[in-house]
């Protein structure tokens, strides 16, 4: 199979505090890994593309200096969330795919992020 | 720019019944169309998988068709069952990358 996993699966932080969510491939590797985002009854929304060794690629009208995505290695990506606001508050989802991109897309289990 | 619909938003069955999820896609120049289950609160689960070379796939009481031509893909689930009670959510290649765009999903309810 292919196992991603991403932690922690919720976090509450305070506005003004960053919070980093980290997403694993367990047991494959991945050069380009997905970071989507999901408010309450609305679709999956893809955040930004991060690729292993270079700079993620950012949807337009998404923050990259907000929203910091690091790609250290073949199987870890990590989504920082600086200085968090109540509007940041969503269901964010790392996915990855094992393989050519005509392989399935594999999800992690999602963070729920709450600020106060 | 890809624009995936799901039709209906919401669906209510009793157990047993055979049932037929419905997807549009607007850009059928598509790699491929992902069927996804999400159950409240957690990820996605893959489904099925279908290339755009292909007609159908199939898995257990799942069979998921497209027509790319019509811009459109359904997905069947056969002798539904309490258990596949949850939202699903098709997914099609934009433009000629290997992004994904996501339908809002159909919840599924599966009555005993």
């Known amino acids: 199979g292919a196992v991603v996993s991403q932690h922690p699966s919720w976090v509450i932080c305070k506005s003004g505090t960053s919070v980093k969510i980290e997403c694993r491939s367990l047991d494959f590797q991945a050069t380009t890994m997905f970071w989507y985002r999901q408010f309450p009854k609305q679709s999956l929304m893809l955040m930004a593309t991060s690729n292993e060794g270079s700079k993620a690629t950012y949807e337009q009208g998404v923050e990259k200096d907000k929203f910091l995505i690091n790609h250290a290695s073949l199987t870890l990506s990590t989504l920082t969330v600086t200085s968090a606001h109540p509007e940041d508050s969503s269901f964010y989802i790392c996915s990855a795919r094992k393989g050519s991109y005509n392989s399935p897309l594999h999800f992690g289990n999602g963070t729920r992020l709450t600020v106060t | 720019k890809q624009e995936v619909t799901q039709i209906p938003a919401a669906l209510s069955v009793p157990e047993g019944e055979n049932l037929v999820l419905n997807c549009s896609f607007t850009?059928?120049?598509?790699?491929?169309l992902q069927w996804f289950r999400q159950d409240p609160g957690k990820g996605l689960t893959s489904l099925l998988l279908?290339?755009?070379?292909?007609r159908e796939q199939t898995s257990g009481r799942l069979n998921a068709s497209l027509d790319k031509s019509s811009g459109r893909s359904t997905l069947y689930i056969a002798a539904s069952q309490p258990g596949d009670s949850a939202t699903y959510l098709c997914?099609?290649?934009?433009?000629?990358?290997?992004?994904?765009?996501f339908g809002k999903g159909t919840k599924l309810t599966v009555n005993p």
């Open positions: 850009d059928s120049a598509i790699y491929n």
């Open positions: 997914a099609a290649t934009q433009g000629g990358s290997e992004k994904l765009v």
């Open positions: 279908i290339q755009s070379s292909q």
